[in-house]
């Protein structure tokens, strides 16, 4: 029996402890967009603790505040594959939309393992309107040189190249992607953390364009859903995005657009992986030493 008891007191202070972490990241949000929005406050050296106050956002005066929210962001997602950026980046990209930022997407790939392409490439226009991502922020990559197979070592070079590109032409200022570890470990995935590392630490990204890589978190904790949020909260990042029920929902269609890819275990995924409900990242650091001036 008091075991019992201490079973269920131990439950109920772990579930009132989710509800804290979720409300304290909601509120949270504000003041780390006004410093993610705001390259002047940001470095990979100012690392977020989402336990720790942050006092610098408090000495904003107004007029700064209404500046850096009327910053036009562009923020660009490089993805390998459609469904990545549901499956992995939901949360982010619905509080990107929510913020009123300008959300671009890059996938590198048609998604065409199965020969599924042209219906790949559909369904991933279709997520994307449910995300709120515009079709004409969409472009999806159809290069030989980049099947989705993870057999096959995508060229770092290419990758850089296509991303520089597209960094450039839609005056990107916040690039998000992978980790080293890919989530997955896909190959496919790694190699867009290479090439976007490659380039942030060789000076070629434009001045004020930050970076940041989704972190990977173990199996365990990957199907704990909302269960895994206060070990997040204990844990260092530099960008935390959580979403609500309504959200959710959201992404759960965006999810469901994808027809081909819903076998019995994705639909576990959408109900208990936490990349549904919450993303974490690490800023990359970047070097400016080669920009030039003009
Ligand atoms: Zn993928």
């Given at each position: 029996m008091f075991v019992f008891v201490t079973g269920v007191c131990v439950l109920v202070a772990y579930i009132v402890s989710i509800k804290f972490v979720y409300c304290r990241y909601r509120q949270l949000w504000p003041h780390m967009w006004d410093k993610i929005s705001n390259p002047l406050h940001t470095?990979?050296?100012?690392q977020f603790s989402?336990?720790?106050?942050?006092?610098?956002?408090?000495?904003?005066?107004s007029e700064e505040k209404v500046r850096t929210r009327s910053t036009g962001i562009r923020a660009l997602l490089v993805t390998a594959h459609p469904d990545d950026e549901c499956m992995f980046f939901a949360p982010t990209v619905l509080k990107l939309v929510e913020s009123k930022v300008d959300v671009h997407l890059l996938c590198l790939?048609?998604?065409?393992?199965?020969?599924q392409g042209p219906q790949r490439r559909k369904e991933l226009l279709g997520s994307c309107t449910v995300l709120g991502i515009?079709?004409?922020n969409v472009t999806i990559t159809d290069n030989?040189?980049?099947?989705?197979?993870?057999t096959v070592q995508w060229s770092t070079a290419l990758i850089s190249s296509l991303i520089l590109k597209h960094i450039k032409n839609y005056t990107i200022s916040l690039v998000l992607t992978f980790d080293g570890r890919g989530v997955s470990g896909h190959a496919n995935h790694t190699v867009i953390y290479k090439a976007l590392s490659h380039l942030a630490s060789s000076g070629?990204?434009?001045?004020g364009c930050q970076v940041f890589s989704l972190h990977t978190i173990s199996i365990l904790r990957k199907y704990?859903?909302?269960?895994e949020l206060p070990v997040s909260w204990l844990l260092p990042s530099d960008l935390c995005c959580i979403i609500g029920w309504e959200e959710y929902k959201r992404a759960k269609k965006a999810m469901l657009c994808h027809h081909s890819q819903l076998v019995w275990f994705r639909r576990l995924y959408i109900l208990f992986s936490r990349y549904m409900v919450m993303n974490t990242f690490q800023a990359v650091a970047v070097e400016t030493k080669n920009v030039k001036m003009y």
């Open positions: 470095g990979a050296n100012k989402p336990t720790q106050e942050r006092s610098d956002v408090h000495l904003l005066n790939s048609t998604g065409n393992y199965n020969n515009p079709s004409h030989k040189e980049l099947p989705d197979d993870p070629r990204l434009p001045l704990l859903s909302v269960f």
